[in-house]
């Protein structure tokens, strides 16, 4: 969030933003909205899947996973009960990304049936998110 684009008269606006904003509400806001994976549930929840999955490794402070998380919500809907989607934390979790050579976030890894069907680095936007899950639909 920038406040930069409020002018010096814009006191008001400022003093409103400062004051409701705190630093943790900014964090907390940012917080992947998708379900996160653990090591303890990676198995049943994504190798053991009957539908395909989309595993999306992040970072806590990565913007381009927020966003893709984000679309990823809106996928989720559309595509309930058909595929899954799920986020994994590199820095909690960094033995999952070993395990699946993954190096950098954000990285989109689809799984069928407990194996590799795609797996992609850098930003996808929602356009691209979703021609992947027709495809293994």
Same mark, same amino acid.
């Given at each position: ?19 409701s904003l705190h630093s943790d509400d900014l ?18 929840? /994504? ?5 395909? #999955? @989309?595993?999306?490794? !992040?970072?806590? &402070? ?46 989109? /890894? ?5 194996? #590799? @069907?795609?797996?992609? !680095?850098?930003? &996808?936007?929602?356009a691209t998110q979703m021609d992947i899950v027709?495809?293994?639909?």
């Amino acid at each position: 969030l920038s406040v930069g684009m409020c002018s010096e008269s814009d006191a008001l606006i400022k003093t409103y933003v400062s004051s409701s904003l705190h630093s943790d509400d900014l964090l907390s806001s940012t917080k992947l909205q998708i379900h996160e994976v653990t090591k303890s549930d990676w198995d049943s929840l /994504v190798m053991e899947s009957k539908v395909p #999955v @989309m595993g999306l490794f !992040t970072a806590y &402070l990565c913007p381009t996973c927020f966003i893709m998380s984000f679309n990823m919500d809106t996928l989720d809907l559309k595509f309930a009960g058909r595929f899954k989607f799920y986020s994994v934390d590199l820095d909690d979790e960094p033995e999952i990304g070993a395990r699946w050579g993954v190096l950098t976030c954000p990285t989109t /890894v689809v799984f069928k049936l407990g194996k #590799v @069907m795609d797996k992609r !680095t850098g930003f &996808l936007n929602e356009a691209t998110q979703m021609d992947i899950v027709e495809k293994y639909i």
